[in-house]
């Protein structure tokens, strides 16, 4: 496609669930990024992926929070136990290069996630 | 660690000014500053990307500067129309060369006709 793809466009789960959230990055793109948005904040960096490899994973808040992206391509961003503070917009945003200065990243429209 | 603010938080204008955003930041030891625009409800779309080495980035009404020794940017915005209602977010690296950006809250800015 020609931009980044996140599905689904909303979830509403239950407390105690677990989720998949989906990212299609641009084609090509080997930096690949999670944000978390809450109302009124601007967007909270969880993880970023150069490649297949999760290159910095420290903002992710605690171990009920994983990603993937086992071929390059797409990712999954997945959490366990959902509890009521996971309610936000998780963004997806991809790059052609990390960290270069003139490396623009690309966001998706987001997956609103409602916890119960 | 980075931290990032934009003044004003919220801004509602004629259509036709021109307006000034501000954005500030702890951490001048940036590679570069973005301006990013989001409607509501969508993800973000980058305005202008600014290196460290350059002082300005201009993109048809819009201008944006970066003043990187005292931690400022700003984004210009010529004859506002209300298309251009938004929230208007900068984002710089988190701290030295790091890789993950900070955003700023944002400044809301509605246009009305």
């Known amino acids: 496609g020609a931009g980044v793809s996140q599905t689904p466009s909303n979830k509403v789960t239950e407390k105690g669930k677990y989720v998949e959230l989906r990212c299609d990055p641009i084609?090509?793109?080997?930096?690949l990024y999670w944000y978390r948005q809450s109302l009124g904040q601007g967007p909270e960096f969880l993880i970023y992926?150069?490649?297949?490899?999760?290159?910095?994973d420290s903002g992710l808040p605690n171990d009920r929070f994983f990603a993937v992206r086992p071929e390059g391509s797409v990712s999954t961003l997945k959490i366990q136990r959902t509890e009521r503070g996971d309610s936000a917009v998780y963004l997806c945003?991809?790059?052609?290069?990390?960290?270069?200065?003139?490396?623009?990243?690309?966001f998706g429209p987001g997956t609103r996630l409602t916890v119960l | 660690k980075q931290e990032v603010t934009q003044i004003p938080a919220a801004l509602s204008v004629p259509e036709g000014e021109n307006l000034v955003l501000n954005c500030s930041f702890t951490?001048?030891?940036?590679?570069?500053l973005q301006w990013f625009r989001q409607d509501p409800g969508k993800g973000l779309t980058s305005l202008l990307l600014?290196?460290?080495?350059?002082r300005e980035q201009t993109s048809g009404r819009l201008n944006a500067s970066l003043d990187k020794s005292s931690g400022r940017s700003t984004l210009y915005i010529a004859a506002s129309q209300p298309g251009d209602s938004a929230t208007y977010l900068c984002?710089?690296?988190?701290?030295?060369?790091?890789?993950?950006?900070?955003f700023g809250r944002g400044t809301s800015l509605i246009v009305h006709p």
């Open positions: 992926f150069q490649g297949t490899g999760a290159a910095d």
């Open positions: 600014i290196q460290s080495s350059q």
């Open positions: 084609s090509g793109h080997t930096a």
């Open positions: 951490d001048s030891a940036i590679y570069n």
């Open positions: 945003a991809s790059s052609l290069n990390v960290g270069g200065v003139t490396d623009t990243q690309y």
């Open positions: 984002a710089v690296p988190a701290s030295g060369g790091s890789y993950i950006p900070t």
